[in-house]
Structures are given as C-alpha cells and as structure tokens.
C-alpha cells in the first residue's frame, strides 16, 4: 500500500513535531529525515509554512516538501550556533500592531520601529489604537500615520468600538500580532472571539517562561476564516543586517525624496540641498517620525 501524498499548513510547532491542517483534519507530522541533510542556516520548517506530507497508516505524516514561501519574519536566533535565521512565521499576510491609546502610553517609537521591519520584510502593517474610551484625542495621537499611507484602526474593546471593522481585516488572512503588554490585545481577540484571547495568551506565557525545545508556537483559526499568530520579538526583527543608509528606504514619506538630495549619500541630516530636511521645515514631515529615523538610524 502506498503512502498518500497531501498538502497542509503547519498551525502549530512543537518540540520537532509540527500540526499541519489538511482541510481533512490535524496531522501530526515530523520532519523527513532527507530535508535535514547538511548544516542548517535557518529553521528548516516553520509555523505557517505550506507543505506537502505523507499519511501513514497509523495516522502520522512526514513532511516530504516544503512549498516556497512568499514572505517571512524572521530573526537572529539568540542562541550561541553561529549565524542562524529563526522563523517567528512563514508566509504572513500582514503584521497587525495593537497600541493603547492610553494606559498604558503609547510607546510610538516602537510602533516606528515594528513599522520599519514590516517594510523591511515586506509584511503589509495595520495599526490597531485600542482604547480609545480612554481618550478623545485618538485620532490627533495616531492620525500622522494615515496620512503617510498606513491603515490604522481605531478600537474599544470595552465599548465593541471597531471590532467588526477589525473582524473584516482579519478574514481570511494569516496575520501576525505584536504590540507592547497592555495594549489590551487580549481583550480586543475576546470581543473578536470568544475564548480566543485566552487562548493566545496562555500559549504567549509558556512562551515566555518554557525552554527553547518546549516551545510551542501557534495559528489561532478564526471563526470567519483565517488565522491570528501571537508573534513577540519585533524588537529583534530583521534590523540586524540593515546598513544606517538602507533606513531611509522603509520610511514611506521618506523614501520618494531621497533622489531628490543633492548628494546620493545624504544622512537627512545636516547636507545642502537635503530634500528630506526641506520637507521637515515645510512640514510636510511629521517631526516624530523623523526623530525615529534618526535613532533607528544610529542605534
């Protein structure tokens, strides 16, 4: 009897075993031992990823083929073994960045710098400004954002403010989730779903407190279609191998007047003839987000 070849999307990593949906049900499937071959750079396989696998007769399957990925966000493993390139998720459709308004403060130079690694790695970013009960100010808080092109969804978890409008956002997409702890991403997945808030952060605690080889990493399926990914680390996302020239360049008010400067080597920040410098005094710039640029730029 021959094996049965199928397609699926791994919705959960653990410990070297890997559930992958079939649309026919969870498979818990390993890793074919011909893909481990060689010493690896980076994780091989990794949740979100799209593969092929063969059914067993009792049930397990074995990762045969990994499909090409058209988007990752990935990392510095933190672990001492060299130059190695941690998967946080394969295959994103977007990076949905969750801030308070209020209580606590929001922290806009971590959004800026979340915002710099989506266009690094090309993950299309929303904003979510939950608790706006908080405030009557949300929009003057996050409006600079729009208008440099960024989606940006205002939210109230306490009063289902922007819930549907999120709900919408999310279908059918794989999305990957990050903000700043307080930022009420929990109760805002709750409002979404019920139950699926805890369930995230259960998994996100273990995350924190477990040891590497228990770690388990998760796609959360959403009632509507589509997953949510509780994804921590953007703060040491992708930026690792990004020169101090290349910053102007996920900066998307920044980058159309870069070939404008005078010279090809412009820092924006003291030249002649700096287009991006003009655009600051005419203030066509919004100041903090220069200042991001040039932290993100020394740091």
């Known amino acids: 009897m021959t094996n049965t070849t199928i397609t699926g999307l791994i919705v959960k990593a653990q410990s070297g075993f890997f559930f992958v949906e079939t649309g026919q049900g969870l498979v818990i499937c390993q ?26 007769a009792d049930g397990s399957g074995s990762i045969e083929e990994i499909e ?13 073994r060299g130059i190695y390139q941690q998967i946080l998720l ?34 299309p970013p929303i904003i979510v400004a939950n608790k706006t ?3 009557d100010n949300a929009a003057e808080i996050f409006g600079m ?33 990050a903000g700043p702890s307080g930022a009420g991403k929990s109760s805002l997945l709750n409002a979404l779903q019920p139950g699926l808030g805890l369930a995230v952060n259960e998994v996100s605690l273990f995350m924190k407190k477990g040891q590497h080889t228990t770690v388990s990493r998760q796609l959360f399926p959403l009632e509507g279609g589509g997953y949510v990914a509780d ?24 980058s159309p ?30 100041p903090e987000r220069y200042e991001s640029y040039l932290r993100l730029r020394t740091n």
Not at 262 to 282: I, K, N
Request: aromatic content about 6%.
């Open 31 to 56: 890793l074919r031992g011909k893909l481990k071959r060689g010493r690896a750079t980076g994780d091989i396989v990794a949740l979100g990823d799209r593969v092929q696998i063969t059914l067993s």
């Open 68 to 80: 090409e990925r058209e988007r990752v966000l990935v990392r510095l493993d933190p672990r001492p």
């Open 90 to 123: 394969a295959n994103p459709d977007q990076a949905v960045f969750v801030f308070a308004c209020a209580d606590p403060t929001p922290k806009l130079r971590m959004l800026d710098r979340f915002l710099v690694v989506a266009e690094k790695q090309k993950v």
């Open 133 to 135: 009960d908080l405030v």
């Open 145 to 177: 954002y729009s208008q440099i092109g960024y989606r940006v969804i205002y939210t109230s978890a306490r009063e289902a403010r922007g819930i549907e409008e999120l709900r919408v956002a999310l279908n059918g997409k794989i999305s990957a989730l």
């Open 231 to 254: 994804t921590p680390g953007w703060k040491s996302l992708a930026l690792w191998d990004t020169r101090p020239e290349e910053i102007d360049a996920y900066f998307p008010e920044l």
């Open 257 to 286: 007047l870069v070939a404008a400067c005078q010279f090809s080597d412009c820092t924006h920040t003291h030249e002649p003839d700096c287009a991006v410098l003009a655009a600051l005094e005419a203030g066509t710039i919004h």
